[in-house]
């Protein structure tokens, strides 16, 4: 697969047998910053599933500064994180996985 286009989400793999939102591996090559803007549009598109996906797959990586700083970033134009559009949307699977990985809950968007 190649580096996605802001309009096109990656496909996430099958789930394994436990429910777990499956291997991370095929997700290897992408960047934690691809994972969250397709996080974000399978959120946007109600599709808790995939988004919990791209969500595991930045959970499974070590816990650097990049991905600390990724998973607090702007996701649209109103400067929302990817935890204020899935506490928004009530997508609660991807959301436990970010505050797992201790998103920034006080973080605040361009509106306050």
């Known amino acids: 697969q190649q580096a996605i286009a802001r309009s096109k989400v990656l496909q996430p ?8 939102p499956g291997p991370v591996a095929s997700y290897a090559s992408f960047s934690a910053t691809e994972l969250l ?3 974000y549009q399978a959120a946007e598109e109600d599709q808790e599933f995939q988004c919990s996906c791209f969500v595991w797959a930045l ?5 650097s ?3 600390r700083k990724t998973i607090d970033s702007s996701v649209d134009e109103s400067g929302r994180s990817l935890l204020q559009v899935l506490s928004g949307k009530g997508l609660l699977r991807p959301m436990t996985y970010l505050l ?3 998103a920034n809950v006080a973080r605040r968007d361009s509106s306050g």
């Open 13 to 20: 793999t099958p789930p394994f047998m436990g429910g777990d």
């Open 100 to 102: 797992d990985m201790q």
């Open 65 to 67: 500064a990049e991905v």
């Open 37 to 39: 803007q397709s996080a």
């Open 59 to 63: 959970k499974s990586r070590p816990r």
